[in-house]
């Protein structure tokens, strides 16, 4: 069975010791039992939308979709939907549900960590408005509706804030604009400095890397941040622009160190190291930190 598991990710993590027990006393003495930390909880409930079939997994409910195909040992998904569990056409199901109980652990956990990234992500989501917060370059943009000024034909302007004062940016438009206006006006604004700032930062990396770029795309993947190609055509997810300057600079040497190492060898990252030596701390940082959503 063990042979059949597709180990991926968090199989190294050193196990917790559980804590000494407290010594007793006689007050603890004539105290009734605890009750069950497991007991005490409402059972979690993990149900993926195309779920076909479902396991108890220690005090949880796991719904869990469920595929067959062309392949040689059973793997397992965690995504913001849910679990899902591929298998080779020949196994058993009784062998699936066994692959899947003893995986528990790690499912469980990986289970709970993208629900809780989904929670920050749905708490950080902007609802556009007049006086709306949005980070931009790592810090607090105010919205401002302002339709007296055009702005020389850009439709916004970035107020400084002096004096520590949250920058402000105004927007073009009338104070009852819908919701989608106001969106699309910042986000407008926002891929203007997304262009603005990567150009610079890839004019300013790519000779320490002893590479040329040709072509910058603006990109809105739903699951990468950029990409290179051979030709030296760079694409770059222009809600970057929401991270501090750090990060940036990390994603934007990572794509032009793939114009020297096509892979994510020990090669390739030597060649971030050494332009952006925290390069480690900064994906960590890109990983953890919720993105607004939109």
């Not at 993990?46 to 108890?56: K, M, Q, S």
């Not at 397992?76 to 692959?99: M, N």
């Not at 339709?147 to 970035?158: D, N, Y």
């Not at 040497?253 to 971030?272: C, G, I, N, Q």
């Amino acid at each position: 069975m063990r042979n059949l598991l597709q180990f991926t990710l968090d199989l190294f993590d050193a196990p917790v010791p559980p804590p000494a027990p407290p010594v007793p006393t006689p007050a603890d003495s004539a105290a009734p039992p605890a009750i069950p930390l497991a007991d005490a909880m409402s059972p979690a409930s993990f149900v993926h939308p195309r779920a076909t079939r479902e396991l108890t997994l220690g005090n949880a409910r796991v719904a869990y979709e469920f595929n067959r195909g062309k392949r040689r040992t059973i793997g397992f998904i965690v995504g913001a939907e849910g679990l899902t569990v591929r298998a080779p056409r020949w196994v058993p199901l009784r062998d699936v549900d066994a692959a899947v109980k003893e995986k528990a652990d790690w499912i469980l956990r990986k289970l709970a960590e993208t629900q809780q990234r989904h929670a920050k992500l749905e708490a950080a989501r902007i609802e556009w408005r007049d006086g709306v917060s949005f980070p931009f370059l790592g810090e607090p943009v105010v919205v401002q509706l302002d339709p007296r000024h055009g702005f020389e034909g850009v439709g916004a302007m970035l107020d400084a804030g002096a004096g520590g004062k949250t920058r402000v940016l105004r927007l073009a438009l009338a104070n009852n604009a819908a919701a989608t206006q106001i969106r699309d006006a910042a986000q407008a604004w926002l891929m203007r400095q997304a262009r603005r700032i990567f150009t610079e930062r890839l004019d300013h990396f790519a000779p320490r890397l002893g590479v040329t770029w040709h072509k910058l795309t603006l990109s809105n993947a739903s699951t990468r941040w950029g990409s290179a190609s051979v030709d030296g055509a760079i694409r770059l997810h222009w809600r970057l622009v929401h991270f501090r300057m750090p990060v940036i600079d990390y994603v934007v040497a990572h794509e032009l160190a793939h114009l020297r190492v096509m892979d994510h060898s020990p090669r390739f990252w030597e060649t971030v190291e050494s332009v952006v030596p925290d390069y480690g701390d900064l994906r960590q940082q890109l990983k953890d930190q919720p993105v607004p959503k939109w």
